[in-house]
């Protein structure tokens, strides 16, 4: 046991090692890091003082919109370009046909890894555990870690030891290792959800200092901020994300970006940084962050989708992970015909998968709509050329 242990420290040590020696060049960045909070509404977060010192240190997005509610939907719509319908916190699973922006990093051969805060060990597939807080609840939860839920993570060795912890964080920030994209999430006091907005983001202010600091990385590094969804379910999911790090130009920080943007944008960005093919889901369409687009001479697909004044971003729609009987519905297949805001079309391990299914009705057209269970549900059409 002792040896097994220790061999998986190893590979893990070696993995982050030889992961960070190839530095993918980006159009406006060469790594990404994502920290993700709980449940506050855009207004209250906006006045924290902890908030608005680090509005000061980058661009703030002020119309950034998460898709539904509760938790667990808007984590996987960020990494999957869908959130297939869930609209629960509850055990979820989607199969190995479903592809997630890990697939597309991969095959650029872009390191990746994601850190969950007390998360017990790597690659750990457990519903909740306790950790540091010593407060009588649980610390790490499995519905703020995505990547879990999709068999094409869990059902490869080498992507669970990409799953770690916060300590495995710490460590390869100081040798100077840390992954291209980076997805992280704090345990439930430091992301607000069991404490309060105070509490998070004076931890986030804390916590992201030493990534700020001018020599914290040998890269261009966007860190960025953001809630997963509203606390207040009647307004349309209205949150705070803020961009930092070296990769924002200096004239742009203390700035704001009126740009719409939703967890697909994430995608889309990513995408359109590396360039990258897409899922072929609702990360097309999806707008890209303006910065990047700035940096790398100027993009011109960002739009407001045209139904935005109609949409309920509180409600789920159907979907294969909905937890009503009446609205459970197949995954849809992906749109192969789609490319993404890199020029890029859908990845091919994603066009062999679902080869097969090119002609079925699928809801993603590219067009950056956006949807829900209330007033505009999904519509299903055959793909065109």
């Not at 855009?42 to 003082?49: G, I, M, N, Q, R």
């Not at 992201?208 to 349309?236: C, K």
């Not at 990360?283 to 989708?305: C, I, L, M, Q, W």
């Amino acid at each position: 046991m002792k040896q097994f242990l220790f061999l998986l420290v190893l590979g893990v040590t070696w993995l982050g090692v030889a992961s960070a020696k190839q530095i993918v060049q980006g159009k406006a960045f060469e790594r990404i890091i994502q920290v993700w909070l709980e449940n506050q509404d855009f207004a209250k977060v906006s006045l924290d003082a902890n908030i608005v010192d680090l509005k000061r240190k980058g661009v703030t997005a002020l119309r950034y919109y998460a898709h539904t509610h509760p938790s667990q939907p808007n984590y996987l719509a960020a990494i999957g370009g869908d959130y297939f319908g869930c609209n629960h916190d509850e055990f979820a699973r989607l199969p190995e046909k479903v592809f997630t922006v890990a697939d597309l990093l991969e095959s650029k051969n872009i390191s990746w890894a994601a850190y969950m805060e007390d998360m017990p060990g790597p690659g750990f597939m457990g519903n909740y555990s306790d950790g540091s807080t010593r407060n009588g609840g649980w610390d790490y939860v499995r519905k703020h870690n995505p990547f879990v839920t999709y068999d094409s993570v869990t059902n490869d060795g080498d992507r669970l030891l990409r799953i770690l912890s916060f300590d495995d964080f710490h460590r390869d920030f100081a040798a100077r290792r840390v992954p291209q994209f980076v997805f992280m999430t704090p345990n439930m006091m430091n992301d607000g959800h069991n404490s309060s907005l105070e509490a998070a983001a004076e931890w986030s202010h804390k916590f992201l200092e030493p990534l700020l600091a001018d020599n914290a990385f040998d890269e261009r590094t966007l860190i960025m901020l953001t809630y997963d969804e509203s606390e207040t379910y009647e307004n349309p999911n209205h949150i705070v994300t803020l961009l930092l790090g070296s990769a924002i130009p200096k004239a742009m920080k203390g700035t704001e970006d009126a740009t719409f943007y939703t967890h697909y944008s994430t995608l889309s960005t990513v995408e359109y940084n590396w360039g990258l093919p897409n899922l072929g889901r609702y990360d097309v369409g999806a707008n890209v962050f303006h910065f990047a687009t700035e940096a790398s001479g100027g993009y011109r697909g960002n739009k407001d989708p045209e139904n935005l004044k109609s949409v309920n971003n509180s409600v789920s729609y159907p979907g294969f992970l909905h937890n009503e009987t009446a609205n459970q519905l197949p995954i849809p297949p992906p749109n192969l015909n789609l490319v993404g805001a890199s020029g890029q079309g859908v990845l091919e391990a994603i066009k062999n998968a679902w080869r097969a299914d090119k002609n079925k009705e699928t809801p993603y057209d590219g067009s950056g709509r956006v949807y829900d269970g209330d007033k505009s549900p999904p519509v299903y059409k055959v793909p065109t050329l």
